[in-house]
């Protein structure tokens, strides 16, 4: 390929995976998948030629991790909050209808909702089941907690394969 248009692919597919790093943060915008995506979309470019598939699997497997890290480490939160399974499973129905509860009421307010139906099911369940408002409070915080922790290490992740992109690149 010819140096300009490798040097445009590259700053393209730069630029998505900076806007996926951002959107690690604003769950808005499909973080890991857009960084995925750009790596993907440079290598199918520049025919596979410095971005190969072991590397294309690496960040495949790093993605795969980081994006369902939003699901397993928020659990994980709510079970080291104290969270009895129901609570868990509460957790996942309420912030799939707080998602879809906000999607109508404000389409791009989905994940918002996610995250407060997935904290009211969490806490629900566990008054419900105890009749204690500290233990389902801490339950509920376990959940958040553990979805906030899920944030950094996706944002870490993110980093981490813009890192793998970079270096594969500059390798030659």
Known sequence: MEILGETA???????????????????????????WLGALGFAIVEEFATLGPLALVLLSVMTIVGVTAEIWMSQLGAKIGGASLKAQLAGLAGGLVGALAFLLLGGLAAPIGAVLGSVAGVFGAEWVRLKEWKKAFRAGSGWLL??????????????????VFLWQVFRG
């Open 9 to 35: 692919a590259f700053s393209v597919a730069l630029l998505i995976m900076l806007v996926g790093l951002v959107g690690v943060i604003l769950p808005v915008v499909p973080g890991l998948v857009l960084i």
């Open 146 to 163: 553990g979805w906030l922790a899920s944030m950094l290490f996706q944002f870490v992740i993110g980093g981490l394969m813009i890192a």
